[in-house]
């Protein structure tokens, strides 16, 4: 073959070198400078892709926000609207049909008065009717009551969670332990609403899912914020589910993600603690301005 010189190149390790071969010394130095601008323009490339890249990772990372952002808007929204429609229902149920409930009542009553000139048979039928009329009103009051309980808007949290829970303690059978100051003052509207139902998420999740006999909820408040623990003695939620409910990975129901979002919605924090010997929920709201119930 020809006389070229075989020898390492400076920065090419010699098998390198070898394959490549080398140069003669009298084109070596334009050779060294194409390839330099080769170098630069490939590099210029990758600086381009490179800031094309981060631009498009940017605008993806805003666009995400924005979309977190509206689903929080709505969801907001959507517990408000939800609220709002309970309480709407509740009292058309309370207002219109409880009341036509009472008419019947009273009219079914006054047949009975007269049910001497009427036959065993029809007696019967007015007594049967009275007896259901009474059931029906029973419900719709019971109804209604778990839509929106008056008290709330009227007396308070304290006073309508100390009702609840009585009433809880009757249809469950679990033992409720009411644990709340009696001077404890009156909280926002949406305050009070978040907090409510959070224990009856709470109560209906110890009742379906821990077994335990009974339920204990305490409520302190100070100068910041209003703490209140829901706990019970039951068998506990498994470590694994735990996690996945805490990363938000898996949605089992709606009840521990309501509360947490309702809890988000009123800038607290939400910690749920379980082990094999019970579980606490704990829920911290700082204390709003506004505690005008004149609204609602
Ligand atoms: N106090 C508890 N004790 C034991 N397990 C619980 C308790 N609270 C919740 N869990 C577990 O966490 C799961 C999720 O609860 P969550 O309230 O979100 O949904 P759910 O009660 O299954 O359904 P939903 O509330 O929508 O009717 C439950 O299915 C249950 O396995
Ligand atoms: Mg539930």
């Given at each position: 073959?020809?006389?070229?010189?075989?020898?390492?190149?400076?920065?090419?390790?010699?098998?390198?070198?070898?394959?490549?071969?080398?140069?003669?010394?009298?084109?070596?130095?334009?050779?060294?400078?194409?390839?330099?601008?080769?170098?630069?323009?490939?590099?210029?490339?990758?600086?381009?892709?490179?800031?094309?890249?981060?631009?498009?990772?940017?605008?993806?990372?805003?666009?995400?926000?924005?979309?977190?952002?509206?689903?929080?808007?709505?969801t907001t929204r959507l517990l408000q609207v939800q609220d709002d429609e309970c309480r709407r229902i509740a009292r058309e149920l309370h207002?219109s049909?409880?009341?036509?409930?009472?008419?019947?009542?009273?009219?079914?009553?006054?047949?009975?008065?007269?049910?001497?000139?009427?036959?065993?048979?029809?007696?019967?039928?007015?007594?049967?009717?009275?007896?259901?009329?009474?059931?029906?009103?029973?419900?719709?009051?019971?109804i209604s009551?778990l839509l929106h309980p008056?008290?709330l808007d009227?007396?308070?949290?304290?006073?309508?969670?100390?009702?609840?829970?009585?009433?809880?303690?009757?249809?469950?059978?679990?033992?409720?332990?009411?644990?709340?100051?009696?001077?404890?003052?009156?909280?926002?509207v949406d305050?009070?609403i978040?907090?409510?139902r959070?224990?009856?998420?709470?109560?209906?999740?110890?009742?379906?899912?821990?077994?335990?006999?009974?339920?204990?909820?305490?409520?302190?408040?100070?100068?910041?914020?209003?703490?209140?623990?829901?706990?019970?003695?039951?068998?506990?939620?498994?470590?694994?589910?735990?996690?996945?409910?805490?990363?938000?990975?898996?949605?089992?129901?709606?009840?521990?993600?309501g509360?947490?979002?309702?809890?988000?919605?009123?800038?607290?924090?939400?910690?749920?603690?379980?082990?094999?010997?019970?579980?606490?929920?704990?829920?911290?709201?700082?204390?709003?301005?506004?505690?005008?119930?004149?609204?609602s």
């Open positions: 073959m020809g006389d070229t010189a075989i020898f390492p190149r400076p920065g090419l390790p010699g098998r390198a070198a070898d394959a490549l071969g080398t140069p003669p010394a009298s084109i070596a130095p334009r050779l060294d400078f194409t390839r330099a601008a080769v170098l630069q323009s490939t590099l210029d490339n990758l600086e381009t892709r490179v800031r094309e890249r981060t631009a498009q990772l940017e605008a993806q990372v805003i666009e995400r926000h924005k979309a977190e952002e509206r689903l929080r808007e709505l207002d049909a409880g009341q036509y409930l009472a008419a019947i009542q009273m009219n079914l009553s006054a047949l009975s008065r007269d049910a001497s000139a009427l036959g065993a048979p029809q007696a019967k039928r007015i007594a049967d009717s009275i007896e259901m009329a009474n059931r029906c009103t029973t419900e719709i009051r019971t009551y008056p008290l009227e007396m308070g949290l304290a006073s309508a969670l100390a009702l609840y829970a009585e009433g809880f303690a009757e249809r469950s059978g679990i033992r409720v332990e009411l644990d709340i100051s009696k001077d404890f003052g009156r909280l926002s305050s009070e978040a907090m409510f959070i224990v009856q998420q709470g109560l209906a999740n110890i009742h379906r899912h821990s077994g335990s006999r009974v339920a204990k909820i305490e409520i302190a408040q100070d100068a910041e914020e209003v703490t209140m623990k829901i706990g019970d003695q039951g068998r506990g939620i498994a470590p694994a589910m735990l996690r996945e409910i805490n990363s938000g990975t898996r949605l089992i129901g709606v009840g521990l993600a509360m947490r979002e309702r809890t988000r919605v009123m800038n607290g924090r939400l910690n749920i603690s379980s082990s094999r010997s019970g579980t606490t929920i704990e829920v911290n709201l700082p204390i709003a301005e506004s505690t005008d119930h004149t609204q």
